[in-house]
């Protein structure tokens, strides 16, 4: 069972950005398609961005674009997520998530991941 080891969490303020890392315990990422999903208390979890598993295709939800930047590294076998501009409604659990499987798309459905990790709190504060 592979796990997804996420960092990178924190507080900031309104305006600020953070950097979010996210790699599976089995070293094989070029094998994932990966996404970041975000969760408050009383809602459900959403979609943030995704990567598909040749890292050519990117997604992100309406509300990030622009101002995040989901990329893969495989040499450090990491999917990072870099936010930018934060807002104070993005203010939230992170949840790094993986499926292994060849996919040319990215993946905005969290039912469609096989893995997650622990989640990562980001607190932005005004």
């Known amino acids: 069972q592979v796990q997804l080891a996420e960092s990178g969490g924190g507080l900031v303020q309104a305006g600020g950005s953070l950097r979010l890392s996210c790699s599976p315990s089995d070293g094989t990422i070029n094998n994932y398609a990966m996404g970041w999903f975000r969760q408050t208390p009383g809602k459900e979890r959403e979609f943030v961005a995704g990567?598909?598993?040749?890292?050519?295709?990117?997604d992100y939800a309406d509300s990030v674009k622009g101002r995040f930047t989901i990329s893969r590294y495989s040499a450090k076998n990491t999917v990072s997520l870099q936010m930018n501009s934060l807002k104070l409604e993005d203010t939230a659990v992170y949840y790094c998530a993986a499926v292994r499987k060849y996919i040319t798309y990215a993946i905005r459905v969290s039912q469609d991941y096989d893995y997650w990790g622990q989640g990562t709190q980001v607190t932005v504060s005004s």
């Open positions: 990567i598909s598993t040749t890292g050519w295709n990117t």
